[in-house]
């Protein structure tokens, strides 16, 4: 058990469709945070939460939207999606910004 | 810009080598230096970290060192073993009196692979 928990673990979708990774984590962490992991970038900082407020936001494009409803849930929403969008996408946590990350085990997008 | 740089992005030893990876950051305010390792299909996991009012820190087989004058950190693996085969990331937080920014940045990883 990690601790940090994703659904779902694979997801295969068209460029015109909606869906939504999401990741709850029960350490009681209070910063959250989605990871892009490809080829091209092995570990790619996407967007970081802190107590529910969005600090960083590392120009990703709007096709990608983050939604952090309480410090336990960060939700990923997908919309419109291109081919080079295929990649692991990884959620973790930590304490607080400064300390250990917790990693999930990821969900493998696949982009047709 | 502010990054860090890992190398080597390969690396191959034989078992009961030494494996040694470098680490240079941008910031000399960065004060949390974590390193992670990644199997194949796994996710990243912490496997030693080091504050930068420390120089060296040890954990059986794994070590990491600190040269906050030179901003480079490594991590060190004695006695390497095939399960030790993986993708090594370090990480470290830049810019840390920045509130805003005082997430991780990771380096490109290095995969090492241990030959039996």
């Known amino acids: 058990e990690t601790g940090v928990t994703q659904t779902p673990r694979h997801l295969v979708m068209g460029m015109t469709n909606k869906k939504s990774l999401k990741c709850e984590q029960h350490l009681g962490h209070n910063a959250m945070y989605w990871y892009k992991q490809s080829a091209k970038k092995p570990l790619e900082l996407m967007f970081v939460y802190n107590f529910k407020e969005q600090t960083e936001n590392n120009s990703v494009p709007s096709r990608f939207s983050p939604e952090c409803p309480n410090s336990s849930h960060l939700f990923l929403h997908l919309h419109t999606l291109q081919p080079e969008d295929s990649a692991l996408y990884l959620c973790?946590?930590?304490?607080?910004?400064?300390?250990?990350?917790?990693f999930g085990d990821g969900t493998r997008l696949s982009i047709l | 810009g502010e990054n860090v740089e890992q190398h080597p992005s390969t690396l191959s030893v034989q078992e009961g080598d030494s494996a040694v990876i470098k680490c240079t950051y941008s910031d000399s305010a960065s004060n949390y230096f974590p390193w992670y390792k990644q199997e194949l299909g796994k996710r990243p996991q912490l496997i030693i970290d080091i504050r930068s009012n420390v120089g060296e820190k040890k954990d059986q087989r794994i070590a990491v060192t600190l040269n906050k004058t030179a901003k480079h950190f490594s991590l060190h693996i004695t006695e390497t073993q095939p399960e030790d085969s993986a993708v090594y990331f370090c990480?470290?937080?830049?810019?840390?009196?920045?509130?805003?920014?005082?997430?991780?940045?990771f380096g490109s990883g290095t995969r090492l692979q241990v030959q039996p």
């Open positions: 973790a946590s930590s304490q607080v910004l400064d300390q250990p990350q917790h």
């Open positions: 990480a470290a937080i830049l810019s840390p009196w920045d509130t805003g920014r005082r997430a991780l940045t």
